[in-house]
T-cell receptor
Framework: AQKITQTQPGMFVQEKEAVTLDCTYD???????LFWYKQPSSGEMIFLIY??????QNATEGRYSLNFQKARKSANLVISASQLGDSAMYFC????????????FGKGTTLSVSS | DAGVIQSPRHEVTEMGQEVTLRCKPI?????LFWYRQTMMRGLELLIY????????DSGMPEDRFSAKMPNASFSTLKIQPSEPRDSAVYFC?????????????FGSGTQLSVL
């Protein structure tokens, strides 16, 4: 079974608008971390934001915020005031508990920002 | 710090040839991960090491793939013999710990093309 599901293969948004990229996850571990990475066309993987399963507040990093709904097992990325440079592939990922586990990635969402 | 360093950046080889990908993790990071990225399967974990010891190699596709970490500052991923279906981007990543909040730092990737 997929642990990380990103249901939007592609999203389109205009500059200065906000966009939400969906991510749902599946785990029975009460301790986990959720991550979002950005992969521009140049190929590198850029860390954007992190949310821990015990964090009471939604994480924010500049224009990025994470809409964490634990009961629904969703961790959507919200990008406010989109910029042309936000055009990229975005990956949601999860790391379970403690003990040497790796990041498990979703299939990604391609975001295209137009002027 | 220089970040995670991978070489080569691009590799083009013919079917049947041996391919060796190299990775230098960030100094002080105890965990090293090898991922493969394809359009069809997204980012897949191949293998990861803790303190130079392979912990989970269940993602290695078949016996043609092998990975080593002879010391804390160097790892290799070898494919022998290579096949066209091995064409992908191979990422190396490292992290300091395995705590759920510990993010992975990625190298620039190796774009492998097997003809």
């Amino acid at each position: 079974a997929q642990k990380i599901t990103q249901t939007q293969p592609g999203m389109f948004v205009q500059e200065k608008e906000a966009v939400t990229l969906d991510c749902t996850y599946d785990t029975s571990d009460p301790s986990y971390g959720l991550f979002w990475y950005k992969q521009p066309s140049s190929g590198e993987m850029i860390f954007l934001i992190y949310q821990g399963s015990y964090d009471q507040q939604n994480a924010t990093e500049g224009r990025y915020s994470l809409n964490f709904q634990k009961a629904r097992k969703s961790a959507n990325l919200v990008i406010s005031a989109s910029q042309l440079g936000d055009s990229a592939m975005y990956f949601c990922a999860m790391r379970e508990g403690r003990g040497g586990t790796a990041l498990i990635f979703g299939k990604g969402t391609t975001l295209s920002v137009s002027s | 710090d220089a970040g995670v360093i991978q070489s080569p950046r691009h590799e083009v080889t013919e079917m049947g040839q041996e391919v060796t990908l190299r990775c230098k993790p960030i100094s002080g990071h105890d965990y090293l991960f090898w991922y493969r990225q394809t359009m069809m399967r997204g980012l897949e974990l191949l293998i990861y090491f803790n303190n130079n010891v392979p912990i989970d190699d269940s993602g290695m596709p078949e016996d043609r793939f092998s990975a080593k970490m002879p010391n804390a500052s160097f790892s290799t991923l070898k494919i022998q013999p290579s096949e066209p279906r091995d064409s992908a981007v191979y990422f190396c990543a490292s992290s300091k710990d395995s705590f759920r909040g510990e993010k992975l730092f990625f190298g620039s990737g190796t774009q492998l093309s097997v003809l």
